[in-house]
């Protein structure tokens, strides 16, 4: 099994900065790509930031500029820095892991999501 524990979320004020972690435990060998999602009241979850193993980053362009994307390797763990935040930013986040088994198909794994709320 694998369990994905995030946290950070909070309420911030606009123009503000946060900080989610998302900490991966269980049996994983290897971990792949590492992601944050958000999802607005009534909509689908939407792509916010990946970042690989080797460490290429890629971005949603509402974004770019303001959040970075970071991970320990040894640690399991992926970080979401959110700086600039806006009302619209508003949204639970969610963190994906991509699990590397030999042999397999790689499996996706999903967090609890964690609410950041931005005040104008």
């Known amino acids: 099994q694998v369990q994905l524990v995030e946290s950070g979320g909070g309420l911030v004020q606009a123009g503000g900065a946060a900080r989610l972690s998302c900490a991966a435990s269980?049996?994983?060998?290897?971990?792949?790509?590492m992601a944050w999602y958000r999802q607005f009241p009534g909509n689908q979850r939407e792509f916010v930031a990946a970042?690989?193993?080797?460490?290429?980053?890629n971005f949603a362009d509402s974004v770019k500029g303001r959040f970075t994307i970071s991970r320990d390797n040894a640690e399991k763990t992926v970080h979401l820095q959110m700086n600039s935040l806006k009302p619209e930013d508003t949204a639970v986040y969610y963190c994906?892991?991509?699990?590397?088994?030999?042999?397999?198909?790689?499996?996706?794994?999903w967090g609890q999501g964690t609410l950041v709320t931005v005040s104008s």
């Open positions: 994906k892991i991509q699990k590397i088994q030999l042999g397999r198909v790689p499996a996706d794994y």
């Open positions: 970042i690989t193993s080797g460490g290429a980053t």
């Open positions: 269980g049996k994983i060998e290897r971990i792949g790509i």
